[in-house]
């Protein structure tokens, strides 16, 4: 059984993709998996400040930061054997949480790329399935690079216009539990 850990970007502690992420942890959690959810809204977080200390050693994980990215989250990625990123759609694009999230992996960018994390992406938005899609891919060039393998479950679009909607959706609880149970090897 794999490790799963579920990266929340979305700004609202209770909102649509918050809540779909949890409902995957929880659904793993009591099949006995192993699964954590980290809201990155709940987080210290800081933007990368571009000072590449990173690219100097290598991205094996020199960061001139010392946030909650040091301290909670590299460790938590760097023990995990599956990575599902959730975010809503902003733009066509991930939200900020997410994207300073990818941002400050770079110092570990080798590290993440030897590790071939398995992978899924849950977006959720008000707009239409292409705004969603478009998301989707931004997130998957980022995934790309750090060597990441999507899961054929992946990925897992939601239209959700008011807070509350995902919990309506019986179709996207079903997908997500599928999900988390395709990257965690729970049948």
Do not use: W
């Not at 897992?156 to 509350?164: E, Q, S």
């Amino acid at each position: 059984m794999k490790k799963v850990l579920a990266v929340c970007g979305s700004p609202r502690v209770s909102g649509n993709t918050a809540f779909l992420l949890r409902t995957m942890v929880e659904d793993l959690v009591a099949a006995g998996g192993d699964a954590k959810f980290l809201m990155l809204s709940n987080l210290s977080i800081e933007d990368c400040n571009g000072c590449l200390i990173c690219e100097e050693t290598d991205c094996t994980g020199d960061c001139s930061i010392n946030d909650d990215m040091q301290k909670t989250v590299i460790p938590e990625l760097l023990s995990t054997d599956a990575l599902i990123l959730g975010t809503p759609s902003y733009f066509d694009l991930p939200s900020a949480q997410l994207k300073r999230f990818m941002d400050r992996t770079n110092m570990i960018l080798s590290k993440l790329t030897n590790k071939s994390l398995a992978l899924g992406i849950v977006v959720t938005g008000q707009s239409e399935i292409p705004s969603l899609k478009a998301t989707c891919e931004a997130v998957r060039n980022y995934c790309r690079i750090c060597h990441m393998k999507e899961s054929r479950k992946s990925p897992i679009l939601v239209i959700a216009r008011d807070v509350g909607d995902a919990s309506k959706n019986l179709e996207a609880i079903k997908s997500v539990k599928a999900l988390g149970r395709n990257l965690a090897g729970i049948k």
